[in-house]
């Protein structure tokens, strides 16, 4: 979950509850473009004081690690909390342009936890209804992530060059976004604005839109390096159609690798991986080196263990001897009618003979009548 974490939404707009108090979610979002849920906590006012607090337990259940950029409202004590927990953290307010691609996730965010919750919602029933939430989320993560290692995505292009290359990197949300990029870019109409060095410049308008919304996109074809005014890459992450054009022009096929961002990749969570992979590996590696020693081991704390039974037992059965031994000489008699009172004991007399005999025999139903 972490490997999401560069860009978190903190939103406190929730009060459905039977207690009034706040609801605050930590939301972000995968490389599948879906919500992702951090953490999630109630607080009873919106104070700088209660902020710092919560905001130091985020911290600290994240490990330490604070988000890139922090997208909130416009609530000073929580801008002042940030400010003092989160120093290196970009701060961004939801202006229209960004409230609509992160705010409506925080909001969406409380419409999927409180859809059943109203003002007599207890936090026990709030509770459960979060926890199913959390789980439906993670679900449709693990099917993403399945659909993304076992399905090809259909495109309306040909899978060659640029599209291609897309449908290999990116996950099958991020590459229905960067497939209609390409169709914006096959409309558009490029011409040469400037020449300087290895840079040129290109104005791109598409074809059905007004002059205003035209671009300037500066290239160099030496190393791919690419940029556009319209700074869709630095926003999102991935390239806009008015580069992808300049790119198509050029006969790119593989989109620059510097301009490929890891997060909507399908290995966003490489890291993970090869960190479960080496776990198991050094569990493998470890029962193939020493098995012996564990044998050994056991082999020891069992023989111990049996050693220690039987002097127990051992140690028991002296002292019942003992404790048997002297209570026949408490009770015994004098040593001169020792011999007679033993004499019984040693005489030996023949046992009764008993005679065992066949059960008698019962004729069945299904018994032959021959003679046997």
């Not at 709030?126 to 399905?151: K, L, P």
């Not at 300037?216 to 556009?228: G, H, L, M």
């Not at 030996?348 to 069945?364: G, R």
Request: hydrophobic share 35%.
């Amino acid at each position: 979950m972490r490997e999401d974490y560069d860009v978190c939404v903190f939103d406190t707009t929730f009060r459905t509850n039977k207690y009034n108090l706040v609801c605050a979610p930590f939301v972000g979002v995968n490389n599948h473009w879906s919500n992702v849920m951090f953490a999630c906590a109630f607080i009873a006012d919106e104070k700088t004081t209660t902020f710092v607090w919560l905001l130091e337990a985020f911290l600290e259940s994240m490990g330490g690690k604070a988000p890139i950029t922090i997208f909130t409202d416009q609530d000073q004590g929580m801008a002042n909390a940030i400010e003092q927990v989160f120093p290196n953290t970009r701060h961004r307010l939801c202006l229209w342009h960004l409230r609509k691609n992160a705010v409506s996730r925080s909001e969406s965010t409380n419409h999927a936890i409180g859809f059943k919750g109203n003002k007599s919602t207890t936090l026990t029933e709030f509770f459960h209804i979060f926890g199913a939430t959390v789980d439906r989320w993670r679900y449709q993560e693990g099917q993403n992530e399945f659909d993304c290692g076992n399905a090809l995505p259909k495109s309306d292009f040909p899978m060659v060059g640029l599209i291609k290359h897309a449908e290999s990197v990116y996950t099958l949300t991020l590459f229905r976004d960067f497939e209609k990029e390409f169709k914006y870019a096959m409309g558009c109409i490029s011409t040469i604005d400037y020449m300087n060095g290895n840079f040129l410049g290109y104005k791109v308008q598409h074809e059905s839109w007004p002059e205003h919304t035209a671009k300037y996109v500066a290239f160099d074809p030496s190393v791919n390096s690419i940029a556009c005014t319209c700074k869709n890459f630095e926003e999102s992450g991935w390239l806009c159609f008015h580069a992808i054009r300049v790119l198509h022009i050029h006969s790119i096929i593989n989109i620059p690798e510097q301009y490929i961002c890891k997060r909507w990749t399908k290995f966003a969570k490489s890291e993970v991986w090869k960190k479960m992979e080496q776990k198991e590996d050094n569990r493998i590696e470890k029962r193939k080196i020493t098995p012996w020693r564990y044998e050994m081991v056991l082999r020891d704390a069992f023989t111990n263990a049996f050693d220690s039974i039987i002097k127990v037992l051992e140690a028991e059965k002296a002292a019942e001897n003992e404790s048997a031994q002297k209570a026949a000489e408490d009770v015994a008699p004098p040593s001169s009618s020792s011999s007679s009172s033993n004499a019984p004991l040693e005489s030996h007399q023949p046992l009764p003979q008993i005679t065992v005999q066949n059960p008698p025999q019962v004729k069945t139903k299904g018994r032959s009548k021959r003679t046997r």
